[in-house]
């Protein structure tokens, strides 16, 4: 019950304030208030492309990575994924998916990912408040190595943040998210918090995905809210 009173409160607070900003000549959206949401399934987008809206980048050696959407038979929302599908087993190569034109201060970001192959690592990561292919935070998950760190990449250096060893099977799809709020920030494996920390080296930034090495990883259903 009080469950359903909060709601209802929530949204008559809604109206009136959108009511008043109206009588003013303004619209006021949910988008406005919660802020930008972006979601991003990549079932519209063209086989063996990389992704509308999206560009590579890399940290590290190596070769750049090759990001392309493929057609697979157990993705979690139809049947399109991401994957970089570039192998080069350079133990400090960082291939990058970045959204274009994010820069967001507090957000919430989530992806669903499977590793499915690599001999040096088996790593997906969630990237927020990218400022350049040199300075980021990343949230990893490790199939190979079984642990979910938090790390910053400050002039091309990494540096952890946080660490959780836990098991992190290979050939499934699992849950990567991160919560930040000025300088807290939460990391989530399968929606259980396993890492917090505070930091503010970056402050805003863009938001994208990461894996590493010879890391063969498929990506999906990435959901991006920002926290205006």
């Not at 619209?27 to 086989?47: C, H, P, Q």
């Not at 087993?89 to 499977?114: C, G, N, Q, S």
């Not at 980021?136 to 938090?150: D, E, G, I, T």
Request: net charge neutral; with cysteine.
């Amino acid at each position: 019950m009080e469950k359903y009173a909060l709601i209802i409160f929530v949204c008559m607070n809604f109206l009136i304030t959108s009511g008043a900003f109206a009588q003013q000549g303004q619209k006021v959206t949910v988008a406005e208030i919660l802020g930008e949401r972006k979601e991003y399934y990549f079932d519209n987008d063209e086989l063996s492309n990389t992704p509308k809206g999206f560009f590579e980048a890399l940290t590290g050696n190596g070769k750049k990575g090759q990001w392309r959407v493929l057609k697979v038979q157990h993705s979690p929302s139809s049947d399109n994924v991401v994957v970089q599908t570039k192998t080069d087993k350079t133990a400090k190569r960082f291939p990058l998916l970045m959204v274009e034109y994010i820069d967001y201060k507090d957000a919430m970001a989530y992806v669903k990912f499977r590793a499915e192959g690599g001999e040096i690592d088996q790593a997906a990561g969630l990237v927020f408040r990218y400022k350049d292919n040199q300075n980021y935070y990343v949230l990893s998950a490790n199939a190979l190595k079984n642990n979910v760190h938090l790390y910053k990449v400050s002039n091309g250096q990494q540096k952890l943040l946080g660490e959780k060893n836990m098991p992190v099977s290979s050939n499934e799809w699992h849950l990567l998210k991160v919560v930040y709020d000025g300088k807290k920030i939460r990391c989530f494996f399968e929606n259980a918090m396993v890492i917090e920390v505070l930091d503010d080296t970056f402050s805003s930034g863009g938001i994208g995905l990461w894996t590493k090495s010879d890391s063969y990883v498929l990506f999906d259903d990435l959901v991006i809210q920002e926290n205006s």
